[in-house]
């Protein structure tokens, strides 16, 4: 088994064996092959908004509950050293794990995502996703 | 403080001062502060040549034995519907995290990540990279 899989199984085995009564937070990394990871990158109208930034971060919070995310990340810019292949440009990032695709399209549908589609919209210039199907 | 780094600061600014009422425990996923998020996209030179892209698969799959690498996804373009805004031209991606920004910089100087780069890119036309922290 290798490495990359058995990290997988173990992290499964934990969990059958219910010896981990936790919550999605405490799971290192998704364990479900075929995973849909979902990436977004938002630059803003107005970069130096403050008001506009908070709005953004506030409507992608509320995308959290959506039934089909199972994991989710709000993120800035890190300060890595700056490289010529790194886009540190973008405001806000959001990063979602869905277990398959049928969980990506309800996201996609859901009252809370056109919720936050109609409301923050507005806000950005530019999106820029990125769809992977993990291995 | 150049533009960039004031809108780093501000974001940084609002969490502290607890502007967001976001918990760490509310957000589904790791819950270190401050983790680094590191999103590599991959487009290689000769697109169709299932060898180079093994290849790649093979080196990518190498840096998870890198220690400050705590979550690790190798992935493809998923089939989600086409749309403007999402770019599925890359022929691989490589998503890791990391507890902190020392982290990150271990793993860019890790003789398993400069063998890597020693023996892959050569493989590679474009590589487009994304490090975000986390809030």
């Known amino acids: 088994m290798k490495l990359h899989n058995r990290r997988k199984f173990m992290t499964r085995a934990m969990l059958a064996s219910g010896g981990l009564a936790m919550t999605r937070a405490a799971i290192a990394g998704p364990a479900k092959k075929g995973q849909v990871i979902h990436h977004v990158f938002f630059w803003l109208k107005n970069p130096d908004s403050k008001e506009d930034l ?71 210039k530019k999106i820029q996703v990125y769809d992977s199907a993990d291995l």
């Open 54 to 124: 908070q709005k953004l971060l506030d409507g992608l919070k509320s995308l959290e509950k959506i039934e089909s995310v199972k994991q989710y990340h709000i993120g800035v810019p890190a300060p890595t050293d700056p490289r010529p292949v790194i886009d540190s440009s973008y405001a806000v990032s959001a990063l979602s794990f869905f277990d398959d695709l049928a969980g990506q399209n309800a996201y996609q549908v859901h009252p809370l995502h056109k919720k936050f589609v109609e409301t923050c919209s507005p806000l950005w």
